[in-house]
């Protein structure tokens, strides 16, 4: 795992505000801590694939790291701010990916970048089926993510598909097809409003509704792959399977066919 993932992991803790700084270079302490809080995610990542996160032990990973668990915890103060560190480092990992993915793709082809989209999530939840598991798998009993930290890494993926879903809004490119959708009941109406004023977002109500279909379906699709609920022998081809999915999404969610020269 490249270290400027670890250290962005500890920059979005706020573990060592002062050493994120731009204006000035770390001293040699703030960069011997940063290494530290490095090691210890990435022996958090390895614990975690081996023994799921509900067995994650601080005090394992102070013991691979070869100091007493004291120690650890000066840099790491529970198992929960442990669990906390990992979520943000996996759910900006695949916010970067899912980022190059779709700035890889023309602006104007919004059918290729909604797949570019899908593709990058499933490519690396299959990479990291253990850190997948953690963001969209069974809770972790006794843990409370906290919102004020986590909810700007975990909406990285659903504002990028927004993104798209607006951008070929305002181009001209977005429609609905088939059967019209029902009317957005009153509440839900108003968190839509709510949603397009926090985003700036032009995306009317059946238009976005539809997206955030679009958007648990995906999750749903992969999902089903990486927990082994297809069977082992029921597709012999699930990247085929996945992208007949994904095409059947962009044409529920009113986005054009991906543009086949690019």
Same mark, same amino acid.
């Given at each position: 795992?490249?270290?400027?993932?670890?250290?962005?992991?500890?920059?979005?803790? !706020?573990?060592?505000?002062?050493?994120?700084?731009? *204006?000035?270079?770390?001293?040699?302490?703030?960069?011997?801590?940063?290494?530290?809080?490095?090691?210890?995610?990435?022996? !958090?990542? #390895?614990?975690?694939?081996?023994?799921?996160?509900?067995?994650?032990?601080?005090?394992?990973?102070?013991?691979?790291?070869?100091?007493?668990?004291?120690?650890?915890?000066?840099?790491?103060?529970?198992?929960?701010?442990?669990?906390?560190?990992?979520?943000? *480092?996996?759910?900006?990992?695949?916010?970067?990916?899912? *980022?190059?993915?779709?700035?890889?793709?023309?602006?104007?082809?919004?059918?290729?970048?909604?797949?570019?989209?899908?593709?990058?999530?499933? !490519?690396?939840?299959?990479?990291?089926?253990?850190?997948?598991?953690?963001?969209?798998?069974?809770?972790?009993?006794?843990?409370?993510?906290?919102?004020?930290?986590?909810?700007?890494?975990?909406?990285?993926?659903?504002?990028?598909?927004?993104?798209?879903? *607006?951008?070929?809004?305002?181009? !001209?490119?977005?429609?609905?097809?088939?059967?019209?959708?029902?009317?957005?009941?009153?509440?839900?109406?108003?968190?839509?409003?709510?949603?397009?004023?926090?985003?700036?977002?032009?995306?009317?109500?059946?238009?976005?509704?539809?997206?955030?279909?679009?958007?648990?379906?995906?999750?749903?699709?992969?999902?089903?792959?990486?927990?082994? #609920?297809?069977?082992?022998?029921?597709?012999?081809?699930?990247?085929?399977?996945?992208?007949?999915?994904?095409?059947?999404?962009?044409?529920?969610?009113?986005?054009?066919?991906?543009?086949?020269?690019?």
């Amino acid at each position: 795992m490249p270290e400027h993932r670890d250290n962005a992991a500890v920059d979005a803790a !706020g573990d060592d505000a002062t050493a994120a700084s731009a *204006d000035r270079p770390r001293t040699p302490r703030e960069r011997a801590r940063a290494r530290t809080v490095a090691d210890i995610l990435r022996l !958090g990542r #390895q614990h975690l694939a081996l023994h799921g996160a509900a067995a994650l032990s601080l005090r394992a990973v102070a013991r691979d790291l070869g100091v007493v668990s004291s120690a650890v915890y000066r840099y790491v103060e529970s198992r929960e701010e442990l669990l906390t560190l990992l979520l943000i *480092d996996a759910y900006n990992e695949l916010g970067d990916e899912v *980022d190059a993915a779709v700035g890889a793709v023309p602006e104007g082809d919004f059918g290729g970048r909604f797949a570019a989209l899908g593709r990058a999530v499933r !490519g690396w939840a299959l990479r990291e089926p253990s850190r997948y598991a953690l963001l969209f798998g069974s809770p972790v009993p006794g843990y409370r993510a906290p919102a004020e930290r986590t909810t700007g890494p975990g909406t990285r993926v659903v504002v990028a598909l927004m993104a798209i879903l *607006d951008g070929a809004f305002r181009a !001209g490119q977005l429609s609905a097809t088939g059967r019209p959708g029902p009317g957005a009941a009153a509440g839900l109406a108003g968190d839509l409003v709510r949603i397009r004023d926090e985003f700036g977002l032009a995306v009317p109500d059946d238009l976005m509704a539809r997206g955030i279909l679009a958007w648990t379906s995906l999750f749903g699709a992969v999902s089903f792959e990486i927990f082994g #609920q297809y069977g082992e022998a029921t597709f012999t081809t699930p990247g085929e399977l996945f992208d007949h999915h994904l095409a059947v999404l962009a044409g529920l969610a009113g986005l054009p066919a991906a543009d086949p020269a690019a």
